[in-house]
């Protein structure tokens, strides 16, 4: 790592948010983008507008990160919580990896507790990343502190036959949670 230059992971997925960090004003950070499958990350760097040497991939599982303590200045991530059973570790392990005073930004879409999208998450073990305060929690009970959610907008779901989640008819929330080591 350059002197002065901040270092932030990112939970690629598919990339969505990895053009907007390229083209942010400032140019003085890295950037290692990680996902539990190398096919994934191929496809980002595939469909990467620019070949920007700032960018790392690392296939990797948020649960138990090959990566050292004490490497991030930030850690973004879009939706991973939804998709990671075990959300406990995956916060224990961003928290791990996260330098001391840096911060974290977690987008997602969560659902009600008393929904029938609840019932269907719980079976599959994934109710802790995908209501709100349950993932707050988690966050706190893995060191975070400051722990902040906003709510940027919310909808009903209407029937999709392509989506199993939310359940048609359930509310759906969009927040961005942030929090600091």
């Not at 350059?2 to 598919?14: E, F, I, L, R």
């Not at 649960?63 to 224990?92: H, L, Q």
């Not at 911060?103 to 079976?123: H, N, P, Q, T």
């Not at 029937?159 to 927040?175: H, I, K, T």
Request: aromatic share 8%; hydrophobic share 35%; charged share 30%.
């Amino acid at each position: 790592m350059q002197p002065g230059v901040k270092s932030n992971q990112y939970a690629t997925g598919m990339g969505g948010n990895l053009q907007r960090l390229l083209d942010a004003e400032s140019k003085r950070f890295q950037i290692v983008c990680t996902d539990i499958s190398k096919r994934v990350l191929a496809m980002t760097r595939r469909n990467k507008k620019t070949d920007d040497s700032r960018v790392f991939y690392i296939a990797t599982d948020g649960r138990c990160m090959s990566i050292k303590n004490n490497s991030f200045d930030y850690i973004t991530s879009v939706a991973a919580f939804g998709n990671i059973p075990e959300s406990d570790k995956v916060a224990k392990e961003m928290y791990r990896t996260l330098k001391p005073g840096g911060k974290i930004i977690i987008e997602g879409a969560y659902i009600e507790k008393d929904s029938k999208s609840f019932e269907l998450v719980k079976s599959m073990g994934l109710e802790k990343g995908m209501v709100e305060e349950y993932l707050i929690q988690e966050l706190k009970n893995a060191g975070f502190k400051n722990v902040e959610s906003t709510v940027v907008g919310k909808a009903k779901w209407a029937e999709n036959p392509y989506d199993m989640l939310p359940v048609a008819g359930d509310m759906q929330y969009f927040c961005v949670i942030q929090a600091e080591k």
